[in-house]
T-cell receptor, first 116, second 112 residues
Framework: GAVVSQHPSWVICKSGTSVKIECRSL??????MFWYRQFPKQSLMLMAT?????????EQGVEKDKFLINHASLTLSTLTVTSAHPEDSSFYIC????????????FGPGTRLTVL | QKEVEQNSGPLSVPEGAIASLNCTYS??????FFWYRQYSGKSPELIMF????GDKEDGRFTAQLNKASQYVSLLIRDSQPSDSATYLC????????????FGGGTRVLVKP
């Protein structure tokens, strides 16, 4: 149990385009989803926390207009990187916690974004 | 000051030996403690969680928690080359809601 999927697993896009990443909880209802970014050989950096039906809470320094998060249902959250630039190239990982285990986060497999 | 501290390693362990990983945290109100394993290029995978002082065993893994000393550890018995990865300690603090604070991770290398 507690399986989280992400799509796509990797994406290459041109500078200036927008990219949407989906995060789904497959076998549980995710009341909270988290979005992280990880640069090579660095630790996870929390970008934002989203609760179903509410606006996301962004960490300090994360541009909410650039990284749009939507948590429309208890099984789906999306992260849209708008007007992507090469410096946005990174490994984006979502995690989810559910009703039965509110403090345990289960991670998706991640999405590797490369912006040319 | 970093809130969750781990030795970055690498921790080199012979195959079959015990790997001992340590983690200290600063928030005395922390309630929940997690160990994740992250292979290079992959996302973190939950290994264990522990809430109470003492030991918790799951297969070859044992988590140990000492809240008085603000210390949590992970033992990996009979280490295998497939255990070579970065191990992340994460803490859920009382004040943090359900956000996790991660340590920087300890890289473990198990040599055949």
């Amino acid at each position: 149990g507690a399986v989280v999927s992400q799509h796509p697993s990797w994406v290459i896009c041109k500078s200036g385009t927008s990219v949407k990443i989906e995060c789904r909880s497959l076998d549980f209802q995710a009341t909270t989803m988290f979005w992280y970014r990880q640069f090579p050989k660095q630790s996870l950096m929390l970008m934002a926390t989203s609760n179903e039906g509410s606006k996301a809470t962004y960490e300090q320094g994360v541009e909410k207009d650039k990284f749009l998060i939507n948590h429309a249902s208890l099984t789906l959250s999306t992260l849209t990187v708008t007007s992507a630039h090469p410096e946005d190239s990174s490994f984006y990982i979502c995690s989810a916690s559910g009703v039965r285990f509110t403090d345990t986060q289960y991670f998706g497999p991640g999405t590797r974004l490369t912006v040319l | 000051q970093k809130e969750v501290e781990q030795n970055s390693g690498p921790l080199s362990v012979p195959e079959g030996a015990i790997a001992s990983l340590n983690c200290t945290y600063s928030d005395r109100g922390s309630q929940s403690f997690f160990w994740y394993r992250q292979y290079s290029g992959k996302s973190p995978e939950l290994i264990m969680f522990i809430y109470s002082n003492g030991d918790k065993e799951d297969g070859r893994f044992t988590a140990q928690l000492n809240k008085a000393s603000q210390y949590v550890s992970l033992l990996i018995r009979d280490s295998q080359p497939s255990d070579s990865a970065t191990y992340l300690c994460a803490v859920n603090g009382e004040a943090a809601g359900n956000k996790l604070t991660f340590g920087g991770g300890t890289r473990v290398l198990v040599k055949p």
